[in-house]
């Protein structure tokens, strides 16, 4: 074992050099079909009137409310697709469809039930009022507007927008590449029987999932061997291609905790350990074109508590997102809560409601390897650093995973 020679940072301090140093990526132009998830890379404007044309909001005769209480001729039928060009005179009527467009002439729309029909003349009520029962030019958009804006993320309704203002293509933030990989002679992969002081190779697998539901393209690369050499072989050759690079294990301070001295070789190590349990051992770097490194620790828990601390954000701020962090809300202990001296720490809970409130309880031990702990938890619940803990019934701040 030998001394870290960084500092203690606070996880709050951490948080924000990691953003600090990430930037927003490029844009790419994708078809619509490509573009659920997505970032919206520039603002959205209309190029014309939504509706373009007025259109029958029901079924019924386009008519002139100063034909009102009057029996009209039915001179032809306007349906959605199929217009009736002829204009509508006084003492005339048109049949019309809803999303039929509404003919010169006519200023409202007379529903069928309200008429009485009789061959191909119609009666119509008394009053009528004019524009009644259809959508009229820029009801919706008026040309010029805006749609969307910058940073929005694209979903059904903003993606049919997009597609009803005839935009076929959209510019999108590029999603991040991120290679993940894990580190240790002591790891195994999953489906091969671990030897004598060997452990199979969970992290990869866990960090994987949380990459793909964050919204990067993620690049699985296995498991890297105690090895200088070697590790700077695969971390170099896959730079080439990615992003984000994001190891497990081998940043603590042993004589086989490699991934420090590498990402100091490659470049600057800003962030080396952190005031957080768990993860102290937590690791950020920036290298050459702007890629980030980010060294998570071997422990299973700790790896995943750090990747939602750290990584996460700065992967929804690469992503050109404006909203980086997962919602937080304040819920109360249902249970006493021990805390660290030195350390902020993040606890496993489970929510449930309670009247208008919801209450936290433990997902039991939270031992960092006891990745159990993290299976259906709800929220991590942050405990500030101090001697007395947490009692009881006390309101704290939780980062909400899901809600029940």
Request: hydrophobic letters at 45%.
């Amino acid at each position: 074992m030998r001394a870290s020679t960084y500092p203690l940072v606070d996880a709050e301090e951490a948080a924000a050099i990691v953003l600090d140093h990430t930037p927003v990526l490029d844009f790419e132009h994708r078809t619509l079909d490509a573009c659920a998830g997505r970032v919206l890379a520039e603002d959205l404007m209309a190029p014309s009137a939504l509706p373009a044309f007025p259109s029958s909001a029901v079924d019924g005769y386009a008519v002139r409310a100063a034909d009102a209480g009057r029996t009209l001729r039915v001179i032809g039928e306007s349906a959605a697709g199929l217009p009736f060009m002829q204009p509508v005179a006084p003492g005339t009527a048109a049949r019309i469809l809803t999303g039929g467009m509404v003919p010169q002439g006519a200023d409202c729309v007379v529903m069928f039930e309200d008429v009485h029909l009789d061959g191909d003349m119609v009666t119509v009520p008394s009053p009528l009022g004019p524009g009644a029962n259809f959508h009229k030019v820029g009801d919706d958009l008026r040309a010029g507007d805006r749609v969307l804006s910058a940073g929005t993320q694209l979903g059904a309704a903003e993606i049919g927008i997009a597609a009803a203002i005839g935009r076929a293509l959209l510019p999108v933030r590029r999603r991040p590449r991120v290679a993940v990989m894990s580190t240790g002679d002591e790891l195994v992969e999953v489906g091969k029987t671990p030897g004598p002081g060997q452990i199979i190779d969970s992290n990869r697998w866990a960090l994987f999932a949380a990459l793909q539901e964050a919204g990067a393209e993620a690049h699985n690369v296995g498991i890297a061997p105690d090895d200088p050499a070697e590790l700077r072989r695969l971390v170099t050759d896959m730079l080439d291609q990615a992003d984000v690079l994001v190891t497990s294990g081998g940043v603590s301070v042993g004589t086989h905790d490699l991934v420090k001295p590498l990402l100091e070789s490659l470049g600057t190590v800003h962030v080396g350990r952190v005031k957080l349990k768990p993860g102290k051992p937590f690791t950020f770097a920036t290298l050459a074109q702007g890629k980030l490194a980010f060294g998570l620790p071997g422990f299973p828990v700790s790896s995943l508590v750090t990747f939602e601390v750290f990584v996460r954000p700065a992967l929804r701020k690469l992503q050109g997102f404006t909203k980086l962090q997962r919602p937080t809300l304040p819920v109360r202990l249902g249970y006493d809560a021990r805390a660290t001296a030195d350390r902020t720490e993040y606890q496993r809970v489970t929510l449930a409601r309670d009247g208008g409130e919801l209450v936290a309880q433990t997902t039991g031990s939270q031992s960092s390897s006891r990745l159990l702990s993290l299976v259906g938890a709800q929220a991590l619940v942050r405990i500030a650093p101090g001697d007395q803990g947490v009692k009881a019934g006390t309101v704290v701040e939780a980062m909400i995973l899901s809600l029940p």
